[in-house]
């Protein structure tokens, strides 16, 4: 398990069947043993990817010795969604077209607004 | 090197100074020995870190033997964000909240272009 958390988070993500828990636990909350049924892998090994996903702070694990309901934790997701947020106008340009577009749109108001005050002509 | 592309993006990103070497080539090109200098790595280790980028997807480099510039290659990072949207609505209500007031402002513009042709009242 690498130190940082970032490390952390990208190290326990790379691996499929991690990612395919997460994305089960996306849906609520549920027991390992539900968890487990769609993998053909041992319990244990089930339990070995759930251990990396908590150790990473990915999930959270219910401390109930019959019941132990997995839950998915959002914040190390949205630390790299954050990290991610550097690089994203390597592809995104529509980001900027988006805020391009609301501001037109908003333009738009406030002029209609001031003409419909003032009887003006329309111009845009 | 896992075996699926999305694997060995987060195992290629779960090391600090591999995203220290994106963060800089985020910035333009550059070669192996302007790379290197900001760590206090060797320059062999430097160049493993950049064969796990490359083999990642995540950079390709120059053929030319004396000038080998390094250069992102935004695609896996790409997909990683593709990934992350499954769990964006956990953090980020604001993105619900932008998509309500843009058709907010949409059926506005709509609406108003009908009255403007129809001469209705206003009920907005």
């Not at 219910?62 to 949205?78: F, N, S, T, Y």
Request: charged fraction near 35%.
């Amino acid at each position: 398990m690498p130190n940082d958390r970032l490390s952390a988070t990208f190290s326990a993500l790379a691996d499929p069947t991690r990612r395919a828990i997460l994305a089960r636990l996306a849906l609520g909350e549920t027991t390992v043993g539900e968890l487990a049924k769609p993998f053909k892998i041992s319990g244990p090994a089930v339990s070995k990817h759930l251990r990396v996903l908590e150790q990473a702070g990915l999930i959270v694990r219910g401390r109930e010795a019959q019941w132990r309901p997995c839950r998915i934790v959002p914040d190390p997701l949205k630390e790299v969604d954050g990290w991610l947020g550097h690089y994203r106008r390597f592809w995104d340009a529509s980001l900027d077209r988006l805020g391009d577009y609301l501001q037109q749109l908003q333009g738009k108001d406030k002029r209609r607004g001031r003409k419909k005050r003032k009887g003006e002509s329309r111009r845009d």
